[in-house]
């Protein structure tokens, strides 16, 4: 019988609690203490506890066993621990980058604008069916002053 297997079967109390049965590679084992006066079961629970805690059944007439499920418990963990950082770092970078994006100008903003713009103009004539040929003037018009926008954009840059 293994040091742990003589210590969970003297964690025996009247009332339930978790108590620490052992420190094996960093992680506490924890196990609800079992009833006094009462057999004991053929398998059980224990907590691994680290920063988390993960549930691992075990079987007392088992002690290699026991030692591999425990091993296997926390090489998975530490294997999740390092594909999760590596997950969490990859996020990082995708969130630096697409915040780089973000903050970038539409390179067709500008001609986007013009056309949304003409699009405002236009929507409401041809919604109430105006003639075709106050639409075209309409039109011209928007033309015209985007025209002499732009000609007065470039006498201030001058």
């Known amino acids: 019988m293994n040091p742990l297997h003589r210590l969970i079967r003297h964690n025996q109390a009247d009332s339930k609690e978790f108590r620490t049965l052992a420190s094996y590679r960093g992680f506490d084992i924890k196990m609800l203490s079992l009833p006094t006066n009462q057999p004991l079961?053929?398998?059980?629970?224990?907590k691994i506890v680290g920063e988390n805690q993960y549930s691992v059944s075990l079987d007392l007439y088992s002690p290699l066993g026991t030692i591999q499920r425990l091993q296997h418990t926390i090489d998975h963990i530490k294997?999740?621990?390092?594909?999760?950082?590596n997950l969490l770092d990859e996020l990082k970078d995708k969130w630096t980058t697409a915040k780089v994006e973000i903050e970038k100008n539409f390179p067709k903003e500008e001609d986007y604008q013009t056309k949304k713009a003409e699009y405002d103009v236009?929507?409401?004539l041809i919604e109430t069916e105006t003639d075709l040929d106050i639409i075209d003037q309409a039109l011209r018009q928007f033309h015209e002053k985007g025209n002499e926008k732009q000609e007065q954009l470039s006498f201030e840059l001058d």
């Open 41 to 46: 079961p053929e398998t059980f629970s224990v």
């Open 79 to 85: 294997e999740d621990q390092v594909k999760t950082q």
């Open 122 to 124: 236009l929507a409401p």
